[in-house]
């Protein structure tokens, strides 16, 4: 059994996030995606750092907002 490489290559990278590898690059270039240069040009990614990334915004469904609506206006009464 091999052991799992904890690194992955930004093709790699970009295809487990599921992006196309130009628009990788573009998120790279914008330092949005937190990444690891150790010789100073080659680029290794985390998968827990990538997962991060992915889930960092959360959008409110409409039903958790109403929700929340409700519990305020029952507060305020």
Do not use: H, W
Request: aromatic residues 12%; hydrophobic residues 35%; glycine residues 6%.
């Amino acid at each position: 059994m091999t052991e799992q490489r904890k690194l992955l290559s930004t093709k790699e990278a970009a295809e487990y996030c599921g992006f196309k590898l130009s628009y990788f690059r573009k998120l790279m270039m914008r330092r949005a995606i937190p990444m690891y240069k150790p010789c100073g040009k080659l680029c290794f990614f985390k998968r827990e750092d990538l997962d991060a990334f992915l889930t960092g915004v959360r959008i409110s469904s409409q039903g958790e907002i109403n929700e929340e609506a409700d519990r305020y206006l029952a507060g305020r009464k």
